[in-house]
């Protein structure tokens, strides 16, 4: 069972630059998640999705991060305009089947904004 | 407001002496708990959970000690391996809710050979 994939693996702009995250979840699995993880410290939820609906995006800057989920398979995640303090490993990760709790992370993203 | 808790923000122990990593929790609603491992530049992989209506959990190596009343939750590897030299987050979930998981700050374990 192949995991879950994100593209690209490291990526610097400049501030006030846009960026964006691709996640393949692993298939089958409904559930999407993005976290971002500053350095030092575990990663913090920003967007849920179950299918292609948003369940939590209660910790998503909304005035400059958006993440879409369109047909309940692969999702992005956009950063427009960058800071300096987004800065971070931007994690997807998935679970699927009913009763199974545990989250399957990909590799993430190195995002460094300069 | 930190609602998981890892105040140990390393930890360095001898290959075949058992490892203790703790993590507290302030949330009473939280349900389930989970244990993940990350390797540098590798996201972080499930390693073991344990439901509230448990106290303990065990899987080969790797146990996970859940004390309700204290809000805490501790890992112990035994016997430790090189191999687990890694940073672990413990994690908390609220089931009942959206099932998102809370993360504490993680802890680095070294495993010195």
């Known amino acids: 069972e192949a995991g879950v994939a994100q593209s690209p693996r490291y990526k610097i702009i400049e501030k006030r630059q846009s960026v964006a995250f691709w996640c393949n979840p692993i298939?089958?699995?409904?559930?999407l998640y993005w976290y971002q993880q500053i350095l030092g410290q575990g990663p913090k939820l920003l967007i849920q999705?179950?299918?292609?609906?948003?369940?939590?995006d209660s910790q998503l800057p909304k005035d400059r991060f958006s993440a879409e989920r369109l047909k309940g398979v692969d999702s992005t995640l956009k950063i427009q305009p960058a800071k300096l303090e987004d800065s971070a490993v931007y994690l997807c990760?998935?679970?699927?089947?009913?009763?199974?709790?545990?989250?399957?992370f990909g590799p993430g993203t190195r995002l460094t904004v300069t | 407001d930190q609602q998981v808790k890892q105040n140990s923000p390393s930890l360095s122990v001898q290959e075949g002496r058992i490892s203790i990593l703790n993590c507290d929790y302030t949330?009473?609603?939280?349900?389930?708990f989970l244990w993940y491992k990350k390797y540098p530049a590798e996201g972080p992989t499930f390693l073991i959970s344990?439901?509230?209506?448990?106290d303990k959990n065990e899987d080969g190596r790797f146990t996970v000690f859940l004390n309700k009343s204290a809000k805490h939750l501790s890992l112990h590897i035994v016997p430790s391996q090189p191999g687990d030299s890694a940073v672990y987050f413990c994690?908390?979930?609220?089931?009942?809710?959206?099932?998102?998981?809370?993360f504490g700050q993680g802890t680095t374990l070294q495993v010195k050979p």
């Open positions: 344990i439901s509230s209506i448990k």
């Open positions: 298939s089958g699995h409904a559930t």
């Open positions: 949330n009473s609603m939280f349900d389930y």
């Open positions: 999705f179950q299918n292609n609906g948003v369940v939590d």
């Open positions: 990760a998935s679970t699927g089947t009913s009763g199974v709790h545990e989250q399957y």
């Open positions: 994690a908390a979930s609220e089931l009942s809710n959206t099932g998102k998981l809370i």
